[in-house]
């Protein structure tokens, strides 16, 4: 299937919670979904027998700025040899999304990278824990509000 087509499919199927789709002029085409959908569109994405997306490829979290993170999940099919990319937003605020480390293994650390460097919070996740910092860490680096500290442990931070 082309993305225009499984986008359709997610569509007809979810209506209003599919909130935005660019299958032109874009590097990667994708859909924008609703967050309090995300769990029941991935397992549509990964049980529906014409998609089949059985492996998450990437899931990458972002701060766009203004009080929006988003989260942007690569999806492909072993099987139907095509590849799914969604958009997830969330306010700063309250920066929790599902997780989906259930329905593909490999969200798990990728979860747990976006927690850790950006501070999204994925609700369920079986160990939701920081991966690449330090456990007393402070902040998230990879938030454009972050300041990197000028000592950590009693040590200058050489930036």
């Known amino acids: 299937m082309t993305p225009k087509e499984i986008f359709e499919k997610l569509a007809a199927k979810f209506g209003a919670s599919v909130t935005e789709v ?8 994708y859909a924008k979904i609703k967050a309090e959908t995300l769990r029941d569109i991935a397992l549509f994405l990964r049980d529906d027998p014409d998609i089949h997306c059985d492996f998450l490829e990437c899931l990458s979290g972002l701060d766009y ?16 040899k095509h590849n ?15 997780t989906v480390a259930d329905i ?25 824990r920081r991966i690449l ?7 998230y680096p990879l ?11 009693g040590m200058k931070v050489p930036y």
């Open 22 to 29: 660019k299958t032109e002029n874009v590097v990667q085409p």
């Open 65 to 80: 700025g203004k009080g929006v993170f988003g989260v942007v999940y690569h999806l492909g099919s072993t099987t139907k």
């Open 84 to 98: 799914v990319t969604i958009k997830v937003e969330v306010p700063a605020e309250k920066a929790e999304l599902p």
């Open 104 to 128: 593909w293994e490999s969200a798990n650390w990728h979860e747990r990278e976006a927690y850790d460097l950006i501070g999204i919070k994925f609700i369920g996740h079986p160990d939701l």
């Open 133 to 139: 910092l330090p456990d007393d860490w402070q902040g």
């Open 143 to 153: 938030r454009k509000d972050f300041k990197v500290p000028e000592f950590y442990r």
